[in-house]
């Protein structure tokens, strides 16, 4: 201490209280008392500090850390008061002194945040559980599944097609509604009127206004009805693909929110001391991304395994689909989507603490992430999309490991078979950007609210 060091020492022995240059009494986990030694007595009224340990349990804490304005004999100071002080220190620091300090306490927090989770056996038990129970549940789900199942696709008529259709149309939809003139005996729509005569379950669908509705359609360009080629499946694949990210958005923002709830308690008293709220912040990305990291290896790997055994049980092709991203930067996306969602359940827990209305929050964000970045295609119309671009991890996720055929930049699918538009650009790099722009901007509305928070004096 006397070459220029901060050395701070705990004790209950009161013998050589005189010795240090400021002195700190809690009780009950609030401060009651910070100042020089010689002003504790006259500040709890008694002549032995030893006394004052007997008031504060008589009359408790609360009475004593409630004097937030007033200040002790000899210049100490309470509560708020000496909160006040330290932060204008603080905010007198240079930039790289308060970024130093900022990381030697984020340093700090990360490694006392690891032991508290190694220790806490339970809680990795459950972490490791988590993403194994979804990735059979999902596996389990499509173990029949046939991803190579074909479908048709339609294309317009092209202008040949259309002139014979416009020419001999009306004459077989005429001929099955039986508008013939009375002495039209000869003609072709007369011999097609009699050959639907003995044919009626025919008659009846070519006299169909549905169908003429369609056809019509088709000759004037509005309706895509012409059978094209088949290909694979693509929903199939997607609603696969769709279902991993629903169970990784989910151990996301659970993980993020538990890591904010399970200490929400301790931070307004660390923050009443001078914890910096983004070292606290930073701490907390640690721990999500070793946590979240590992939770994707766990569930990618277990629906990798057992999906291979999946194919070789049913004796299916060993690649899934032709619509899904290889599986290395398949775990990368998943990494870093799951991650996105951890740091939106720190926001969430940066907004409340308690476990009870953090539930209610959970429930209620987990509903954009169902609709905006599942196979429902509701993130196709612009507005919903340009939401989905700044709230839903789960859409860059699933934009990224999703493949659609392409032709010409064009989605070569039905238009009720758009899940992201009818353009849009495949990218894992543009995905993983958008994830990054969603990570920035939820640590920084957490780091916003944690630093609007009241500290625990304050309460």
Known sequence: ARRGKLVLCVTHHLDNISKADTLLVLSDGKVVYLGPPGGACAHFGVENLSDAFVRLEDEGADKWAATENGATPDDGCTGASAQKTGGAAIQRRSVGARLRECIRQAGILTRRECASVLSDRRFLFLAALMPAIFALIVIAGHWISDFSNPILL??????????????????????????????????????????????????KNLASDDLNRIVTGAIDGTETVFPDRFIKNHGTTLKYLSVQMMGLSFMGMLLGLTLMVRDGDIF????????????????????????????????????????????????????????????????????????????????????????????????????????????????????????????????????????????????????????????????????????????????????????????????
Not at 173 to 200: C, R
Not at 370 to 389: H, N, Q, T, W, Y
Request: aromatic letters at 10%; one cysteine or more; glycine letters at 8%.
């Open 154 to 203: 339609t294309r317009n008529l092209n202008e040949e097609e259309k002139e014979a259709f416009s020419a001999f149309w009306p004459v077989i939809h005429g001929a099955a509604q039986g508008t013939l003139d009375e002495d039209d005996n000869l003609s072709i729509k007369a011999q097609l009127a009699y050959l639907f005569s003995v044919k009626p379950a025919m008659r």
């Open 268 to 459: 307004p008293r660390e923050k009443s001391a001078g914890l910096l709220p983004l070292a606290y912040l930073l701490s907390k990305v640690a721990i999500l991304l070793l946590a979240t990291g590992f939770q994707t290896i766990v569930f990618d790997g277990i629906l990798e395994a057992l999906f291979e055994v999946r194919q070789w049980t049913n004796r299916l092709d060993p690649v899934p689909a032709d619509y899904r991203i290889a599986f290395p930067p398949m775990l990368l996306v998943h990494w870093v989507t799951t991650l996105g969602c951890g740091c939106l359940g720190v926001l969430l827990g940066s907004i409340t603490r308690k476990p009870d209305r953090s539930i209610i929050l959970l429930g209620a964000m987990m509903l954009p992430q169902l609709i905006l970045g599942s196979a429902l295609g509701l993130a196709a119309a612009p507005m919903p999309k340009a939401v989905a671009f700044v709230t839903s991890p789960t859409y860059w996720g699933l934009r990224a490991t999703q493949v659609s055929p392409m032709e010409n930049g064009i989605v070569a699918l039905p238009s009720h078979m758009w899940i992201f538009g009818e353009r849009f650009i495949q990218s894992v790099p543009l995905a993983l950007a958008g994830l990054a722009a969603q990570i920035i901007l939820y640590l920084f509305l957490g780091w916003l609210l944690l630093r609007r928070s009241k500290p625990a004096s304050s309460d």
